[in-house]
């Protein structure tokens, strides 16, 4: 049974940093693609960043723009999410997830239940 357990997420000021984890279990997720995504209230969910599998290329959305890193350590089945220059509009819920396969272009089939972020003043 696959099983994702995100941490780091919380309530952080506009102009400051969280660093998101996920950490994987009940496959070998170095085989895997694996993905942030995230959901605001009232909005459909989006991909934020998405690693493939070793040797990792690593994609992220346009809102990004360079604000967030996405890094991966297989030996700890770990992934994880740098946030700096967080925004009020980054606030949600992010999910991390994964495909069935090595690709980021294809489905994620796994989904982690989400942790929560908040950027306020």
């Known amino acids: 049974q696959v099983q994702f357990v995100e941490s780091g997420g919380g309530l952080v000021q506009p102009g400051g940093s969280l660093r998101l984890s996920c950490v994987v279990s009940?496959?070998?997720?170095?085989?895997?693609?694996i993905g942030w995504f995230r959901q605001a209230p009232g909005k459909e969910r989006e991909r934020v960043a998405c690693?493939?599998?070793?040797?990792?290329?690593?994609y992220y959305g346009d809102f990004v723009k360079g604000r967030f890193t996405a890094t991966r350590d297989n030996a700890k089945h770990t992934v994880y999410l740098q946030m700096n220059s967080l925004k009020p509009e980054d606030t949600g819920v992010y999910y991390c997830?994964?495909?069935?396969?090595?690709?980021?272009?294809?489905?994620?089939?796994?989904w982690g239940q989400g942790t929560q972020v908040t950027v306020s003043s």
């Open positions: 009940g496959f070998t997720s170095e085989r895997h693609a």
């Open positions: 997830a994964a495909t069935s396969r090595s690709s980021c272009h294809k489905p994620f089939d796994y």
């Open positions: 690693i493939s599998s070793s040797p990792g290329s690593t």
